[in-house]
């Protein structure tokens, strides 16, 4: 986890920043129905034209035929945002880096999301840097409808401390409605200990314009921790753990 990320806002700021949220996401909730109706009205076109063919097909083949209809998730868009990349490792225990960590599980999480019919976006894909202003305007920019940032925890004088926690954006009911589902999610799954969710000032939930999470998998600081999130049946675990709370908070 990038502490540096992290600094103390004033009450005013505070309000300043978290109504000019709310104003971004009116306007993408406004883009989201625009986008919505025309995907519908293209579907039904589509869906009339394909019956009607198939139709005149069964009529001559003298059989019966049916026609696909698209995976519930695929209106929706996810960006999952693994932290750190690069030169910048994050934390790290005996047995991996954060970078790694991080990228395992958003690897794992798409997969489990897109097989759900959901579209994701990754603000990286490999081991390569990218910097918060880059991830907030890839983030931005998708018009995506939610967005998951995933890091590992740290805790410099107490090596017994564990557990997960999920941050979301100050001052958004949104970000924190997904932040519980998928906390409550993530505790059920992994049997970790739960930390629970709070609000943050990190930037990429914060100056993102979609309800955003940024997820704490757990303290590399922790050497039974530590040694699970290198284990790939715990990344798995973990990663399943988000994505139920993400469908919790989508399919509600």
Known sequence: MD????????????RHRAAARRRRQEELKRRKRRRALLIV?????????????????SKLMGGKSSATIPAQGSNYVIVLDPG???EDTGMSSAAIEEKEVDLNICAKLKVML????????????????VSKEERVAIANGSGADLLVS?????????STVSGVRVNYADGDKESKS??????????KETGAKDQGSRSCDFSIVNDTDMPAVLVEAGYLSNESEGSSLADDVYENSVAKGIAKGVLATLNR
């Open 150 to 158: 995933v890091h590992c925890n740290y805790a410099e004088d107490d």
């Open 41 to 57: 009205a293209m579907i039904l076109v589509a869906v009339a034209i394909v019956g009607g063919i198939l139709f005149a097909v």
């Open 114 to 129: 897109e097989s759900q019919g959901y579209q994701v976006v990754m603000t990286r894909e490999d081991d390569s840097h």
């Open 178 to 187: 997904l932040a519980e589902n998928i906390d409550a999610a993530l505790v």
């Open 3 to 14: 502490t540096n990320d992290k600094h103390e806002m004033s009450p005013a700021e505070r």
């Open 84 to 86: 750190h990349g690069g």
